[in-house]
T-cell receptor, first 115, second 115 residues
């Protein structure tokens, strides 16, 4: 089966610019996640969707980050304006259902460098 | 809040030997799940093994097994017959309580398998 698709793979921007990342989850997966992985750290959840509704966005810096999942399929994560500390890998993941023991399928991520 | 700690930033092992990666966690939840994910240089996180907290029997998946010590809140991963393809970053992760699908990750351990 096709995996989780993410684009772009790399992005370099100046601080205060805007950037958007795209994710296409595995077909039929109801739950979608965006994680931020800063170099040398484990991933941290930014936002979790169930279909097109937000389940958890408690760690999303809402003054600059936004995310949407229109029609409950593809998702876009946006940063506006970007700061130096936003340099990280942004991982998208999906799962079939919303359960504690659910297996997450991850994409290859977008590596963002803010200069 | 849950915390996951991996105290070994880097580990190395010779091909065909056995290596154990350590993980400890802290939680007040009674019902939870623990996971080990592998992240190769491609950045795509892959589930290696998962353990349900209420099961006393340790999970095994081919060459991978865990030593789950619930009272000590310890969850180590043992890799037997190490292969060059096992070289990757390994993350311990926790999911529990009402955080359905949301994973809390440790800092990761870089494992290098030498020929």
């Amino acid at each position: 089966e096709a995996g989780v698709a993410q684009s772009p793979r790399y992005k370099i921007i100046e601080k205060r610019q805007s950037v958007a990342f795209w994710c296409n989850p595995i077909s039929g997966h109801a739950t979608l996640y965006w994680y931020q992985q800063i170099l040398g750290q484990g991933p941290k959840l930014l936002i979790q969707f169930q279909n097109n509704g937000v389940v958890d966005d408690s760690q999303l810096p809402k003054d600059r980050f936004s995310a949407e999942r229109l029609k409950g399929v593809d998702s876009t994560l946006k940063i506006q304006p970007a700061k130096l500390e936003d340099s990280a890998v942004y991982l998208c993941a999906s799962s079939l259902e919303l359960r504690q023991n659910e297996k997450l399928f991850f994409g290859s991520g977008t590596q963002l460098s803010v200069l | 809040a849950q915390t996951v700690t991996q105290s070994q930033p880097e580990m190395s092992v010779q091909e065909a030997e056995t290596v154990t990666l350590s993980c400890t966690y802290d939680t007040s939840e009674n019902n939870y799940y623990l996971f080990w994910y592998k992240q190769p240089p491609s950045r795509q996180m892959i589930l290696v093994i998962r353990q349900e907290a209420y099961k006393q029997q340790n999970a095994t998946e081919n060459r991978f097994s865990v030593n789950f010590q619930k009272a000590a809140k310890s969850f180590s991963l043992k890799i037997s017959d190490s292969q060059l393809g096992d070289t990757a970053m390994y993350f311990c992760a926790f999911s529990g309580g009402t955080s359905y699908g949301k994973l809390t990750f440790g800092q990761g351990t870089i494992l290098t398998v030498h020929p």
